[in-house]
C-alpha cells in the first residue's frame, strides 16, 4: 500500500528566509502525481504545487519548488523567501488511480512558523 | 464559478443522533470524494461517487455511515448514531473527470457531545 511520511511534525523559519519540508512516499507504480498542499487555520486546502512523476524537471509556482527525487522516492518543498502568510499545515500528497478512480494518500502534516 | 460548497460548516451532535453533511461540487464536476481529517492528522479517504453512483467506498466504516449523490441535489455524508470518536473535520472534494485535479471545499467540523 502506498504510505506518504512527513517526519516534521513543526518547522519554524525566520520572515524572508527559505525553508524546507521533507516528504517521503512509498509506493511501486511507475506513474503518478505528487501534491503539497497547504492548510491554514481557515481549514480550507489549497493546491501549492503538483509534480508527475514521469517529468523530471522540478515543479515550480513562484516563490515555492520541489526537489523530487523519484528513485529515492522523496518530494520536499521549499519555500523561498517566507511571508508571514505562509504560516499553515503542509500536507504532502500522492495520487493513485486504480480503475478508473482516483485517492489522494496525505501525510501527517507539518506545522509551519513564520516568525517575523 | 463558485468552489465547492460544503454546509454546515460546524455542527454538533449528541451521542446517539444523526449527522447530515452537504456538499454541492463545482459546477460541471460530477465526480466527489468525501475524506475525513481526524486532528493533528492528514485527510483519509472515505468514499468515491459520481452521479447516483458510489465508485469506491473502501474507506467507509462498514456500519452507520453512507453517502449518496442523487441525480438532483446536492451529495450527502450520513453518519447514524454518531459517537464521541466520529468527531473530525469532514472534506468534500469534486473533479470534472476521474483523474482531474481535486477541488476542495472548506469542510464541516462536527462535534460530538
Known amino acids: 500500500a502506498q504510505t506518504v511520511t512527513q517526519s516534521q511534525p513543526e518547522m519554524s523559519v525566520q520572515e524572508a528566509e527559505t525553508v524546507t519540508l521533507s516528504c517521503t512516499y512509498d509506493t511501486s507504480e511507475s506513474d503518478y502525481y505528487l501534491f503539497w498542499y497547504k492548510q491554514p487555520p481557515s481549514r480550507q486546502m489549497i493546491l501549492v504545487i503538483r509534480?508527475?512523476?514521469?517529468?523530471?524537471q522540478n515543479a515550480t509556482e513562484n516563490r515555492f519548488s520541489v526537489n523530487f527525487q523519484k528513485a529515492a522516492k522523496s518530494f520536499s518543498l521549499k519555500i523561498s523567501d517566507s511571508q508571514l502568510g505562509d504560516a499553515a499545515m503542509y500536507f504532502c500528497a500522492y495520487r493513485r488511480v486504480i480503475q478508473g478512480a482516483q485517492k489522494l494518500v496525505f501525510g501527517q502534516g507539518t506545522r509551519l512558523t513564520i516568525n517575523p | 464559478n463558485a468552489g465547492v460548497m460544503q454546509n454546515p460548516r460546524h455542527l454538533v451532535r449528541r451521542r446517539g443522533q444523526e449527522a447530515r453533511l452537504r456538499c454541492s461540487p463545482m459546477?460541471?464536476?460530477?465526480?466527489v470524494y468525501w475524506y475525513r481529517q481526524l486532528p493533528e492528522e492528514g485527510l483519509k479517504f472515505m468514499v468515491y461517487?459520481?452521479?447516483?453512483?458510489?465508485?469506491?467506498e473502501s474507506g467507509m466504516p462498514k456500519e452507520r455511515f453512507s453517502a449518496e449523490f442523487p441525480k438532483e441535489g446536492p451529495s450527502i455524508l450520513r453518519i447514524q448514531q454518531v459517537v464521541r470518536g466520529d468527531s473530525a473535520a469532514y472534506f468534500c472534494?469534486?473533479?470534472?473527470?476521474?483523474?482531474?485535479?481535486?477541488?476542495f471545499g472548506n469542510g464541516t467540523r462536527l462535534t460530538v457531545t
Open positions: 509534480q508527475e512523476a514521469y517529468k523530471q
Open positions: 472534494a469534486s473533479s470534472p473527470t476521474y483523474n482531474s485535479p481535486l477541488h
Open positions: 459546477k460541471g464536476h460530477s465526480h
Open positions: 461517487l459520481q452521479k447516483e453512483n458510489i465508485i469506491d
